[in-house]
């Protein structure tokens, strides 16, 4: 349905039991302690990705997918070795690197395509962001601080937030666009904005961005939801975000995929370092938010798979039988 052509029978079974193993990891995961919940998850956040990419992919099953996670760490031995304090206390800084391998296939499949809640339970806009080169590194502090969900917990880390509601936002091809923020919260990544040619203009204590339909297309901005803390409970919260690098944006679901890594290679390779951070030992500022994060990641992930599928039924052509 969703290319137009009927879903043969082995790729069914494929996309069937990825999504069943990806169902009984989260359920594990749900029940289990912080010692291994990281690693259950993310083999549910994997197994769903794995079903994803293969229902959208137009051609081909399980055998042309590639092979690994499609994340690689940068370091982390080094990082982490020496005094455990010390090394716990900068377990924000470790860093990923995009590769070849599953998340390449998720984000292309998708089209690293973020759908937009503006004030609304329902999708009101999709954005299709360019797809970034193999290679890019994140740290996961690049994450936590992009983050609206860990708010409350990562606020006494008294870092720069770098991401602001979204109070208003409108556009058309002839007027452009306009984003209503609040002034104090866009300052840390401002330039972003006037670097790529927009311009921002104060109102009282908020900022209105605005750039005609050209600028906006060529210089998109990043943008992420909170799912875990919505509004009225029910409605994801849209945030203009500073963006992961040059040109480089991804969807929510890509971030959560990455976040979701991160904590899950943590809690499996490491074990004495994740102990230690769980358990309260000197260096476990970032507990609080990480924590937070695990709890994002197993509420997000699958809303945002639903969500994008089911968004995808809507917006396809029917198909028209008797046509070439």
Not at 30 to 49: D, E, I, N, Q
């Amino acid at each position: 349905m969703l290319h137009k052509n009927d879903l043969n029978a082995r790729r069914a079974k494929e996309i069937i039991s990825s999504a069943k193993q990806a169902r009984e990891f989260f359920k594990s995961a749900s029940g289990a302690s912080h010692a291994v919940r990281p690693l259950l998850a993310f083999y549910g956040v994997a197994s769903l990705s794995r079903a994803l990419a293969l229902l959208f992919r137009k051609n081909g099953g399980e055998e042309g997918l590639a092979k690994g996670h499609g994340l690689e760490t940068v370091g982390w031995s080094d990082r982490l070795s020496g005094d455990l304090g010390q090394a716990i206390a900068g377990i924000g800084e470790l860093r990923v690197r995009t590769s070849g391998g599953l998340f390449s296939d998720l984000v292309t499949e998708t089209k690293n395509r973020i759908a937009l809640h503006v004030n609304s339970e329902v999708v009101d806009w999709r954005l299709d962001y360019d797809v970034p080169a193999l290679g890019h590194e994140f740290a996961l502090l690049d994450i936590l601080d992009r983050l609206p969900d860990v708010r409350r917990q990562f606020a006494h880390l008294e870092r720069d937030m770098r991401y602001v509601d979204l109070n208003e936002i409108t556009y058309t091809t002839e007027a452009g666009v306009s984003l209503k923020v609040d002034a104090e919260g866009l300052k840390h990544f401002r330039s972003e904005f006037t670097d790529a040619g927009y311009s921002i203009a104060e109102q009282g204590k908020m900022a209105v961005i605005t750039a005609d339909a050209a600028c906006f297309s060529k210089h998109t901005p990043q943008f992420l939801h909170t799912y875990v803390h919505k509004m009225f409970e029910t409605i994801p919260h849209l945030h203009l975000v500073s963006q992961f690098g040059p040109g480089k944006q991804y969807s929510q679901i890509a971030v959560t995929y990455v976040l979701a890594y991160f904590l899950g290679m943590l809690a499996r390779y490491y074990p004495t370092h994740w102990t230690a951070l769980m358990t309260g030992e000197k260096g476990d500022a970032l507990w609080p938010s990480i924590n937070a994060a695990q709890h994002y990641v197993e509420i997000a992930f699958p809303e945002l798979v639903l969500e994008f599928i089911e968004d995808a039924l809507k917006t396809i052509e029917p198909k028209v039988h008797g046509s070439e």
